[in-house]
């Protein structure tokens, strides 16, 4: 048997370099923004499900069919408007010249 406390007869061969594995483990506390994210799709829900009674309960502009006559005269005999001012005429716009195209360009040399 051989002495554990001799050093060894020949050199143990080591790598020239080293890698070193650095494990970083997140704090256990702090669970993130997960209580943040379901507050908001809950809210989310909860604002939905409101617009969804609201809207089905005939709160949405429906009208019922037993609402009867909803028929509204929209003519005033009795209100008596001012006619609308007459407008200038406008003036003739000034002579001007058609605009013309450019001409294409002379035809290459080659």
């Known amino acids: 048997m051989t002495d554990p406390n001799l050093p060894p007869e020949r050199p143990i061969e080591r790598p020239e370099v080293v890698h070193h594995t650095t494990i970083n483990n997140p704090p256990a506390s702090g669970g993130g923004g997960g209580g943040m994210m379901a507050f908001l799709i809950g809210g989310l829900v909860v604002v939905l499900i409101i617009v969804g009674v609201v809207l089905f309960s ?27 001012p007459k407008m200038p005429d406008l003036p003739s716009p000034p002579p001007m010249e058609p605009p013309t195209l450019p001409q294409p360009g002379p035809a290459p040399s080659n």
């Open 58 to 84: 005939n709160g949405g502009g429906v009208p019922r069919p037993d609402a009867g006559d909803v028929n509204v005269d929209v003519d005033l005999p009795d209100v008596n408007l001012p006619d609308a």
